[in-house]
């Protein structure tokens, strides 16, 4: 299985020199098996990086198909999809996957309203040109998709919840635990130890340094130390600090990385946008 981080900021797109290793673009991860089937987790920014090189496959002749799992529908991790290529052509197939937000309204009315015509010339769902399909799903589920097998779970994200992913393939785990906050960064809640339990590779957030954390306590957010302790104690075997700071320049991830990689045995990068990683 194969990897790639599309987009791996929080909150909002960044520009600039000082944002050129790592990247700018809000949350987009794709997942490739051996055989070619893909995944997609998110539509942040960096989805819309991922469009056009699938512009120049199966995805150009309407002839792709692609499942996206959400991890939550917050702006950061749904602002790619109106400009997200092939859902603007016929014959694509994509199934949009993801947990009712707690609003009380559905995946798909909240997705409908990022396409209204206050904020998108698309004027909804129903306009585009691709086979859509929006699913919802209760945290706790498994889902078994072409060439993957995931298993979802709730994990507390402010005051909100956010879907947490083991995904499986080719014999290999990868663990996403996008905006998470623990009661305790210390002490990592059940259900994403085990997700994470003998993991390849755990995909955690670091939104905050540690020293920045206390001033910071009930975002909804993660210290890169608290990914440093499900790593250890679910005994996965490499480590990824995702969904950085809008206001972490390529030199304060790498100050980052250096001091958490000093604390702990797992292998720790952070993630970065570029090219594909052998999982």
Do not use: C
């Amino acid at each position: 299985m194969k990897l790639r981080f599309w987009g791996v900021r929080g909150s909002f797109a960044m520009s600039g020199r000082e944002y050129l290793r790592y990247g700018g673009n809000t949350t987009s991860i794709e997942l490739v098996t051996d055989a070619g089937k893909r995944l997609l987790v998110d539509l942040g920014t960096g989805a819309t990086e991922l469009a056009k090189q699938l512009m120049g496959s199966e995805f150009g002749k309407g002839q792709g198909v692609l499942p996206i799992l959400l991890t939550h529908t917050h702006l950061d991790h749904i602002q790619g999809l109106p400009f997200f290529t092939p859902f603007f052509i016929k014959g694509n197939e994509i199934r949009i996957m993801g947990a009712n937000p707690i609003s009380g309204l559905s995946l798909e009315s909240t997705l409908q309203n990022q396409l209204a015509p206050h904020y998108s010339p698309l004027n909804g769902l129903e306009n585009l040109a691709a086979g859509v399909s929006i699913e919802s799903f209760t945290p706790g589920a498994t889902i078994t998709l072409p060439g993957f097998e995931v298993v979802t779970a709730a994990v507390p994200h402010g005051s909100m919840w956010t879907t947490a992913f083991r995904i499986v393939a080719d014999g290999k785990v990868v663990t996403l635990l996008s905006d998470v906050e623990y009661p305790s960064p210390d002490d990592p809640l059940p259900q994403a130890l085990a997700l994470a339990q003998g993991a390849d590779l755990l995909v955690h957030d670091a939104m905050h340094a540690d020293h920045d954390y206390e001033l910071r306590r009930g975002w909804g957010h993660s210290p890169a130390r608290a990914g440093v302790i499900l790593a250890e104690r679910a005994g996965a075997k490499k480590l990824a600090l995702f969904h950085h700071s809008p206001d972490a320049t390529d030199d304060m991830i790498d100050e980052v990385v250096q001091r958490t990689s000093a604390r702990t045995a797992v292998p720790v990068i952070a993630a970065a946008e570029g090219s594909y990683l052998e999982v």
